[in-house]
């Protein structure tokens, strides 16, 4: 058995779960939040057995496209302390960060 800790930005996670969920998958959502632009993420657990990891990589792969995206980013006003103004940047968002984690032993309750 596998545990597959999937970190997802929050505009793919719907469509993720859903064909997840349309396959057969368990998986648990976890609201969290990314460091770079402090945007919402998505962390998703999913326990599966070791002959299906490579499928839900596949999905997560399918799902979770990288884009570029424009975003607005403070900028210090030099000689003005503490005034900032807002700039305009393109950063690339989505794709998936995913980690594969051998699972000693699993318990349903």
Known sequence: MK???AIVHDDDSDDLLDILTEKNFG???LATTGGF???GNT???IG????RTEKVIDIIK???KKRKEVVTA??????NAGMCIQYPIEVQVGGATVFVIDVDQFVKI
Request: contains cysteine.
């Open 3 to 5: 545990l597959v800790i």
């Open 48 to 51: 599966v057995e070791e002959d």
């Open 27 to 29: 998986v648990t959502k």
């Open 37 to 39: 632009l402090k945007s």
């Open 62 to 64: 399918d799902v979770c």
């Open 43 to 45: 962390t998703l657990l």
């Open 74 to 79: 403070p900028a210090p006003i030099t000689g």
